[in-house]
């Protein structure tokens, strides 16, 4: 249940349409009783009268003024310090303040579970910063570099895949198929396919030339054959390099190696001399939309193979091709990084790490040297 995939952020849009649609309801509610009223007493309806227009503003300004999210009569089932007055003590503690998520569990509980640092929480939440006491481990600050979806409609995606061969689920015969891929969008079973695996690559070559939102995240179950699409608002994903799955023509890039390559740094560091409204600006967005960076969320992550830096990278390729990677003695250099062992079995890498102190949060990067204990 702690798993980090399952769960997802209310930011201020989601909350503020919750709160403007309670508030819209009850103003059609308002004008249907004056509406009843006006033809019980045969009145002239005003519509000036039957809506009164402190309603919305001020049933606003209460939830924002208190932090009660919700009804001002039902104070007591609303969810209280959603709006909070922002940190200024410094600037470090403003962004602090601005990246920090709440889990809903009565501070008193003495569930030990939902406190603890889960392995999905890698990369998307610090491990460090995290308050004492009653709150510990349930209030948590994400990571740099991390994301939340906004949410894009699924619609094109499940109309594509229909065009695709996808079998609607109205039409599915179990017994025809018995071991064709149950397909879910976000959570919901829409159809099955025969051919999986050239779905699959076909969906995410379409999310990494940026045809479907980077946002969207695809989940190839293998074994238990499903394929899942996420494309909700409120999952936390953090951003990766992406490795090219296929010999690429077109780059002519080899199978194996990183997509981001010298030009796209060059261009990077071309930018320094262009406005940010400049035509030829490539920055960040620049990098995503040329496919070198990838945006996994914690369900996706489960199905890629992450590689720590680019030189374990190099290794891995070297010693497939068949050279031997001379040991680590350990008396060269002892500030160096300490790298993680080959893994023999592994079979290929998706993706690669940017940097490894993208682990922790705004306040604990500020530390110096976090990785070198006392």
Same mark, same amino acid.
């Given at each position: 249940?702690?798993?980090?995939?399952?769960?997802?952020?209310?930011?201020?849009?989601?909350?503020?349409?919750?709160?403007?649609?309670g508030i819209v309801r009850k103003m059609t509610q308002?004008?249907?009783?004056?509406?009843?009223?006006?033809?019980?007493?045969?009145?002239?309806?005003?519509?000036?009268?039957?809506?009164?227009?402190?309603?919305?503003?001020?049933?606003?300004?209460?939830?924002?003024?208190?932090?009660?999210?919700?009804?001002?009569?039902?104070?007591?089932?609303?969810?209280?310090?959603?709006?909070?007055?922002?940190?200024?003590?410094?600037?470090?503690?403003?962004?602090?303040?601005?990246?920090?998520?709440?889990?809903?569990?009565?501070?008193?509980?003495?569930?030990?579970?939902?406190?603890?640092?889960?392995?999905?929480?890698?990369?998307?939440?610090?491990?460090?910063?995290?308050?004492?006491?009653?709150?510990?481990?349930?209030?948590?600050?994400?990571?740099?570099?991390?994301?939340?979806?906004?949410?894009?409609? *699924? $619609?094109?995606?499940?109309?594509? =895949? &229909?065009?695709?061969?996808? !079998?609607? /689920? @109205?039409? +599915?015969?179990?017994?025809?198929?018995?071991?064709?891929?149950?397909?879910?969008?976000?959570?919901?079973?829409?159809?099955?396919?025969?051919?999986?695996?050239?779905?699959?690559s076909l969906v995410q070559g379409l999310r990494r030339?940026?045809?479907?939102?980077?946002?969207?995240?695809?989940?190839?179950?293998?074994?238990?054959?499903?394929?899942?699409?996420?494309?909700?608002?409120?999952?936390?994903?953090?951003?990766?390099?992406?490795?090219?799955?296929?010999?690429?023509?077109?780059?002519?890039?080899?199978?194996?190696?990183?997509?981001?390559?010298?030009?796209?740094?060059?261009?990077?560091?071309?930018?320094?001399?262009?406005?940010r409204d400049d035509p030829n600006y490539f920055g960040?967005?620049?990098?995503?939309?040329?496919?070198?960076?990838?945006?996994?969320? *914690? $369900?996706?992550?489960?199905?890629? =193979? &992450?590689?720590?830096?680019? !030189?374990? /990278? @190099?290794? +891995?390729?070297?010693?497939?091709?068949?050279?031997?990677?001379?040991?680590?003695?350990?008396?060269?250099?002892?500030?160096?990084?300490?790298?993680?062992?080959?893994?023999?079995?592994?079979?290929?890498?998706?993706?690669?790490?940017?940097?490894?102190?993208?682990?922790?949060?705004?306040?604990?990067?500020?530390?110096?040297?976090?990785?070198?204990?006392?």
């Amino acid at each position: 249940r702690d798993h980090f995939g399952k769960k997802r952020l209310d930011l201020a849009g989601p909350l503020l349409a919750k709160l403007f649609r309670g508030i819209v309801r009850k103003m059609t509610q308002e004008l249907m009783n004056n509406l009843k009223r006006c033809i019980d007493q045969g009145k002239h309806f005003d519509l000036r009268v039957a809506i009164r227009h402190q309603t919305l503003t001020n049933a606003l300004k209460y939830s924002l003024a208190t932090g009660n999210w919700g009804d001002q009569k039902k104070a007591m089932s609303s969810t209280a310090g959603v709006s909070q007055v922002l940190n200024r003590y410094t600037f470090a503690s403003t962004l602090s303040h601005l990246r920090r998520t709440n889990t809903p569990i009565g501070r008193d509980g003495k569930l030990a579970k939902p406190r603890q640092l889960h392995n999905t929480h890698w990369g998307l939440v610090c491990p460090a910063e995290t308050p004492e006491g009653q709150a510990c481990g349930l209030v948590k600050n994400l990571s740099l570099m991390c994301y939340v979806s906004v949410g894009t409609p *699924a $619609e094109p995606i499940i109309e594509f =895949m &229909i065009a695709r061969n996808m !079998e609607v /689920l @109205e039409e +599915y015969e179990p017994l025809r198929y018995p071991n064709a891929t149950k397909i879910f969008v976000n959570g919901t079973w829409v159809g099955v396919h025969q051919d999986p695996k050239h779905l699959v690559s076909l969906v995410q070559g379409l999310r990494r030339k940026g045809v479907i939102q980077s946002e969207v995240s695809l989940v190839r179950d293998i074994r238990d054959r499903e394929f899942k699409i996420f494309s909700d608002a409120g999952r936390v994903m953090r951003p990766l390099f992406a490795i090219e799955q296929e010999d690429n023509p077109e780059t002519g890039l080899a199978k194996g190696s990183l997509v981001l390559t010298k030009e796209h740094i060059q261009r990077l560091e071309a930018d320094e001399e262009l406005a940010r409204d400049d035509p030829n600006y490539f920055g960040w967005d620049g990098v995503c939309a040329a496919g070198a960076v990838d945006y996994l969320d *914690a $369900e996706e992550e489960e199905t890629a =193979m &992450i590689c720590m830096t680019p !030189e374990d /990278l @190099e290794n +891995y390729r070297l010693q497939k091709a068949g050279y031997q990677i001379p040991e680590e003695t350990g008396d060269e250099d002892l500030n160096k990084r300490v790298k993680t062992k080959l893994n023999p079995t592994t079979h290929m890498y998706t993706h690669c790490e940017i940097h490894p102190s993208m682990l922790l949060g705004v306040c604990a990067s500020i530390i110096p040297f976090p990785d070198h204990n006392q």
